[in-house]
């Protein structure tokens, strides 16, 4: 776990290494975030940003023939995905209080305006396709099977009260920390390690979300 | 401020749980039934622009003493009966959809559903405190005036479903978070089986606190007797009952007790501000339990500034005292306003909400 001035230090850390960097698809993730600390209080910044996403249909393969007739569905084949509306979301990285780590939150839009409910979050590419698996999904959350709490579900944005959904953190520190165990040496500097930390974060993240 | 009701019947606080033999002492049974009993007035009125054709004007407004541990979208039937069945015309309304009402304050700010009612209330009491009109002088309580609103609610709105079910999954989240808070995992409330977890939700929809505390007594940390110290009770306060003393037998186990916990959850709310939260040790050190004074030092101490030290000891004034300094706000829980030297950590056992949250809101004196 973190504390917050470490999160803080980490989250500057991040900001500043890849602000001049050339863009590259294996960093997608850590570029382009912005450090926003509340105007009057002290100690509750977060990193912010925009991206797009596609809505995700997935239609199964259909034969034609040559007639133009649709003989059958190749069950065989791949579905295949066709994305259709762009969807612009804003994407946050705060700090919780409780689990002293990161936690990710969002919201995500139609291009009219209008929040996408729960199911066309779910199969927006945002997520990855493996999301619904061992899941039970209501209008307001979606719960891993024999999970305490439910991996994706709505709160209030920690430093500007506006509600969002956001990805539980409980499970993370344990993943995150097992993952550095295999990276880290000892000798590196404190920075050095609270930007591993976030990165390693980060990882852990994009198993579930396309961070890019 | 608000109202407590009259001290009941007391039940025996061995015989209302189980054989685990973790009998509550008086003096914490004693303020979490206050804190349960403790009610607020609402006032709630559909907004004139969206009455239907032919409503009964002059029912317009419902009145509710809701409870402080409760939260809006269950008195929802309640109202919804009130205005569909004596307000609306049946024509006129046939076509509204409940799950598209929302609520706004009288300032016009967006009604957090998923806080308890209480919380609410105390909100609005504090962010009231920053005009310059307002008195605290008052005891009877002011209603909290909400505006109905019957259809397109805002963006943010849809974002967040109000429905019961929504609300006892973010009312259990709670729980577990202040589980996680005070002892670093959720293994007491995860532990507790299904039905007795469904029962604290159950506990809360019926009102009813022996139902609630038979298993929140199982996961709520107790303050032992030998070093509890409650507050002086304010002597404006109506109801409020002097601290009895303790009379329990055996003491609850200390392993479980307030003051061992990690860090105790807790809240601080200050006006149209953001919400903090932060850690919470229940002792500075080992023998100086932590006091709402040093919680508020350490978070806002523009506004809770350090006392300054006493002045040496001279012939003139051979048994000085610290001299006074003035309090630009002040801190409420559970809608009183707290002496600075209450205990963070019997914050925790004694005046909790039913989330298991102590929240704590700053007030500003004129």
């Known amino acids: 776990m973190l504390t917050r001035p470490q999160f803080d230090q980490a989250c500057k850390l991040l900001v500043q290494e890849y602000e001049s960097s050339r863009p590259s698809f294996a960093t997608n993730a850590l570029r382009g975030w912005l450090w926003t600390e509340h105007p009057s209080v002290s100690s509750l910044g977060y990193l912010s940003r925009n991206s797009n996403y596609l809505s995700r249909h997935l239609e199964p393969f259909i034969h034609i023939d040559s007639n133009d007739n649709y003989t059958e569905i190749d069950e065989a084949a791949a579905p295949i995905c066709i994305d259709t509306e762009a969807l612009t979301s804003q994407q946050y990285v705060v700090y919780s209080a409780t689990f002293q780590v990161p936690c990710f939150y969002f919201t995500m839009y139609h291009s009219n305006g209008a929040p996408l409910s729960i199911n066309e979050l779910l199969s927006s590419t945002l997520f990855r396709p493996d999301i619904l698996q061992d899941a039970d999904t209501t209008t307001f959350a979606l719960t891993r099977r024999n999970t305490a709490f439910p991996l994706l579900s709505q709160g209030d944005h920690p430093t500007t009260g506006k509600p969002c959904w956001f990805l539980h953190p409980c499970e993370t520190t344990i993943v995150v920390e097992e993952l550095l165990k295999e990276v880290e040496k000892v000798a590196d500097s404190e920075d050095a390690k609270l930007l591993s930390w976030l990165k390693m974060w980060f990882v852990v993240l994009g198993s579930i979300i396309d961070v890019a | ?366």
């Open chain 2, 1 to 366: 401020m608000s109202t407590y009701g009259t001290t009941r019947h007391h039940h025996s606080p061995a015989a209302n749980f189980s054989n685990r033999d973790r009998a509550t002492d008086y003096h914490t049974t004693l303020f979490r039934r206050l804190t349960w009993d403790g009610t607020v007035p609402l006032e709630i009125r559909v907004d004139p622009k969206e009455l239907p054709a032919n409503s009964d004007r002059n029912l317009e407004c419902y009145f509710v003493q809701a409870p402080r541990v409760s939260y809006l979208p269950l008195l929802m039937p309640e109202i919804r009966r009130f205005f569909m069945d004596l307000v609306f015309d049946e024509t006129a309304a046939k076509d509204l959809k409940d799950e598209e009402w929302w609520f706004e304050t009288a300032e016009g700010t967006l009604v957090k559903w998923h806080w308890p009612i209480g919380l609410i209330y105390d909100n609005h009491t504090i962010s009231a405190s920053l005009k310059p009109t307002s008195s605290r002088s008052s005891t009877n309580a002011i209603p909290l005036r909400l505006i109905l609103h019957l259809a397109s609610p805002p963006n943010e709105k849809l974002l967040l479903s109000p429905s019961p079910e929504a609300c006892k999954q973010a009312f259990m989240g709670q729980l577990k978070e202040a589980d996680f808070i005070r002892w670093g995992s959720t293994k007491r409330m995860t532990g507790l089986r299904q039905q007795d977890q469904d029962g604290l939700w159950e506990g809360i929809k019926e009102h009813n606190f022996d139902d609630y505390w038979r298993v929140a007594s199982k996961v709520t940390p107790t303050t032992a007797p030998t070093r509890a110290q409650s507050p002086v009770p304010p002597s404006s306060s109506a109801s409020m009952v002097n601290r009895p003393p303790s009379a329990d037998p055996g003491g609850p186990s200390e392993r479980d007790g307030a003051y061992n916990v990690r860090s105790i959850p807790v809240r601080l709310y200050v006006p149209d501000g953001p919400v903090i939260q932060g850690l919470v040790p229940p002792m500075i050190d080992d023998n100086t339990p932590r006091t709402l004074s040093h919680y508020l030092l350490d978070h806002i101490p523009l506004l809770f500034p350090a006392s300054p030290p006493v002045p040496p000891p001279s012939r003139a004034n051979p048994h000085p005292r610290p001299p006074p300094v003035p309090r630009p706000a002040y801190a409420l829980v559970q809608g009183i306003v707290m002496p600075l030297e209450t205990e963070m950590a019997w914050l925790g056992g004694c005046l909790a909400g039913a989330d298991g949250w102590v929240n704590v809101c700053i007030g500003i004196n004129h």
